[in-house]
């Protein structure tokens, strides 16, 4: 194994066994967080970050031209 392999299988037990040694206390708080934060992404992308440029601008250059005039001030 490489290097690099092998510091990521280390990596990988050393959460794996911390998980699966876990009290059923913790493992449930851990998949509460887990799904919370499931929740929080998919809301915050599908209502609060809807596609501007694509929605507002029909090519590639009118939104390059938006972001460089948002970037820099100028325009």
């Known amino acids: 194994m490489t290097r690099i392999a092998?510091?990521?299988?280390?990596?990988?037990?050393?959460?794996?066994?911390?998980?699966?040694?876990?009290s059923w206390w913790g493992k449930k708080v851990w998949i509460?967080?887990?799904?919370?934060?499931?929740?929080?992404?998919?809301?915050?992308?599908?209502?609060?970050?809807?596609?501007?440029l694509n929605s507002n601008f029909n090519s590639d250059r009118e939104r390059s031209d938006y972001v460089i005039e948002q970037l820099t001030g100028n325009k």
Not at 6 to 22: D, K, N, P, V, W
Not at 32 to 52: A, G, N, P, Q, T
Request: proline fraction near 0%; include cysteine.
């Open 32 to 52: 509460i967080i887990i799904i919370k934060l499931c929740i929080i992404f998919l809301v915050l992308r599908l209502f609060f970050f809807s596609d501007f």
């Open 6 to 22: 092998s510091a990521l299988r280390s990596f990988f037990m050393f959460y794996y066994e911390g998980f699966r040694t876990m």
